[in-house]
């Protein structure tokens, strides 16, 4: 699969993905830091790459309808630290990996996956 990072989760996520066998890069490593949600999803879309991110904007389905998109992945730990979303985020992409996103918005909680 392919992946792309959203600015606000950790950069080690990068390795992780990579070592699974995933293609993955960065809104930041596209200087696309603090651009419009519309513009990362559009290069999401224009690179058929699964966005990760923390946003919660993106995971607006009305806005962003998922069957236009690759997959959307919304994390949503209970903490944000970033040492804790990192934890959370590992420890939820093993089970991730093995989903079908393509078209699916996918909220992780600390209760579980949804498939939307």
């Given at each position: 699969?392919?992946?792309?990072?959203?600015?606000n989760?950790p950069?080690?996520i990068?390795?992780?993905?990579?070592?699974?066998?995933h293609?993955?890069?960065?809104v930041?490593?596209?200087?696309?830091?603090?651009?419009?949600?519309?513009?990362?999803?559009?290069?999401?879309?224009?690179?058929?790459?699964?966005?990760?991110?923390?946003d919660?904007?993106?995971?607006?389905?009305?806005?962003y309808?998922p069957?236009?998109y690759?997959?959307?992945?919304?994390?949503?730990?209970a903490?944000t630290?970033?040492?804790?979303?990192?934890?959370?985020?590992?420890?939820?992409?093993p089970r991730?990996?093995?989903?079908?996103?393509?078209?699916?918005?996918?909220?992780?909680?600390?209760k579980g996956?949804?498939i939307?």
């Amino acid at each position: 699969m392919r992946f792309k990072l959203d600015e606000n989760l950790p950069t080690e996520i990068l390795a992780d993905l990579r070592a699974a066998g995933h293609e993955a890069d960065s809104v930041h490593d596209e200087n696309l830091d603090g651009k419009p949600d519309s513009s990362i999803l559009a290069r999401v879309r224009d690179e058929q790459r699964i966005l990760l991110t923390l946003d919660k904007g993106i995971g607006d389905i009305r806005s962003y309808s998922p069957a236009d998109y690759p997959g959307i992945v919304l994390f949503r730990p209970a903490s944000t630290g970033r040492g804790e979303t990192l934890v959370f985020v590992q420890k939820h992409l093993p089970r991730l990996l093995g989903l079908d996103l393509a078209g699916h918005l996918v909220v992780v909680t600390g209760k579980g996956i949804r498939i939307r």
